[in-house]
């Protein structure tokens, strides 16, 4: 159990370290204003429009970095400071969320695929380790039975949280590549703002992929205690 403080507080380390990192990175390219002046809110209007797409709605919402799509409503959801700014990072994050209406709209597998997984994962996630705990503890009361069955049903429901992780990245990496295919053909930023968006998006694309590593690194920890007690 010690092995698994370890890990947990490795890997919490790794992702405030990124986490923070994005936090720099948005604060510096909020300073960088648009040439052409639109807001967030502008800028995830003309990509939508630009790909065809009407039916879907761009609001405001609370918090910073609560930047989402709502594929439920059809609404780009952008957080206060990206609808009214105008700058290289609320242009990165706009298009970036617009890049999952497109997703959306042209049915892209691994989007589907990560809508498909939400209601098991939003079940399954919070039990998942509960459910290993209590089956080791079980099975070293009363020996190999049903609490290693128990065990193993919680790894199962952690599998699904893992492979929904893992399929979050092609999602964001190709909702920042659309993002940003578009901003460079149809010249909404400079070459300098463009840097600013690729770069702002890099770190952004980061956090997940710690997220994915350290759900399959908990996976395989905990894989380990289940399997490898056996005889």
Known sequence: MFGYYILIGAIALVSWLVSNKLKQKFAFYSKRQLQNGMSGREIAEKMLADNGIYDVEVISVRGQLTDHYNPKNKTVNLSEAVYNQRNAAAAAVAAHEVGHAV???????????????????????????????????????AGVGMGYWVAVAGLVFMGAATLFSFITLPVEYDASNRALAWLKTKNMVSQQEYEGAEDALKWAARTYLVAAIGALASLLYWALQVFGGRD
């Not at 997984?117 to 705990?133: E, N």
């Open 103 to 141: 997703q959306h709209a042209q049915a892209y597998s691994a989007l589907e695929m990560r809508s498909a997984l939400v209601p098991v994962v939003s079940v399954t996630s919070g039990m998942s380790q509960w459910l290993v705990i209590g089956g080791l503890i079980m099975g070293a009361a």
